[in-house]
Nanobody, 120 residues
């Protein structure tokens, strides 16, 4: 089982990016999906999360600018990031709570990270 994240890049302040993260492998079920970020010298923090039923949660600084969504049929989560600011610069990691075949419970899986750089 692996998570493949994509969509990062370099963008000017005020611009937009869309991140994607898809899970593949022997997956039985996926509960919560989320995006975290980690800036140099800082701890990893939760940016946004979404339940299987579509309930969302956002970190205060991204409310109104970022939108998380998911496609359960494709085992994929998205993060639409608008009005980007230099302080959004970080490596962004996806996190899925998945029940994989051969497992007895849900556990957390991480993507490899995709770098977002916002220039002023």
């Amino acid at each position: 089982v692996q998570l493949q994240a994509s969509g990062g890049g370099l963008v000017q302040a005020g611009g937009s990016l869309r991140l994607s993260c898809a899970a593949s492998g022997s997956i039985f079920s996926i509960n919560d999906m989320g995006w975290y970020r980690q800036a140099p010298g800082k701890q990893r923090e939760l940016v946004a999360s979404i339940t299987r039923g579509g309930r969302t949660n956002y970190e205060d600084s991204v409310k109104g600018r970022f939108t998380i969504s998911r496609d359960n049929a494709k085992n994929t989560v998205y993060l639409q990031m608008n009005h980007l600011k230099p302080e959004d610069t970080a490596a962004y990691y996806c996190n899925f709570q998945m029940w994989t075949t051969g497992s007895s419970t849900f556990r957390a899986y991480w993507g490899q990270g995709t770098l977002v750089t916002v220039s002023s």
